[in-house]
């Protein structure tokens, strides 16, 4: 057991230290300049978010809070990648909606994660792959309950 957890901890932290790094390299050779990786995630999460695109969801969304959102909102919507649009049904709800060129990027960021995904299941024989999903399933649970305690 002691033999896979030192091994399981080496790769995890290889793969944190490394996944952004190498996602923003990947990003800028496909013509990506002037984002960080915090405000392309922002935008993944504005075209996750769907209809449910106002401010407070998609703060909620990212666990930050409206004010900091509006924050990163008025940084992109200067670069050209985000719009506001006030609700018809309610003026005081905005809605936030991408520009082309921010879909342009999501598409390459998407990209970049079905690589990653599909390199990892070049490497897991299907009989594995529900094991493999539990695993991370099980990361993405201490994950959350990290969240929860870091806001109580």
Do not use: W
């Not at 230290?17 to 999460?45: P, W």
């Not at 050209?80 to 005081?92: F, I, L, M």
């Not at 990653?116 to 529900?130: F, G, N, S, V, Y």
């Amino acid at each position: 057991m002691e033999d896979y957890r030192a091994r399981i901890d080496q790769v995890l932290v290889h793969l944190f230290n490394d996944i952004l790094r190498i996602e923003e390299e990947t990003l800028r050779r496909s013509g990506v300049h002037g984002l960080s990786m915090r405000e392309i995630h922002l935008l993944q999460a504005i075209e996750e978010a769907g209809e449910n695109n106002t401010m407070s969801e998609v703060a909620a969304r990212l666990h930050v809070t409206v004010g900091s959102l509006t924050v990163a909102v008025n940084t992109l919507s200067r670069k050209g990648y985000v719009e506001r649009q006030r609700s018809s049904r309610d003026k005081r709800r905005i809605h936030l909606l991408l520009t082309p060129r921010a879909a342009a990027v999501n598409r390459l960021h998407q990209h970049f994660h079905q690589q990653l995904t599909d390199a990892l299941l070049r490497e897991i024989p299907q009989d594995r792959l529900a094991l493999l999903c539990q695993g991370l399933d099980g990361v993405a649970a201490y994950f959350d309950e990290q969240e929860r305690k870091g806001q109580s």
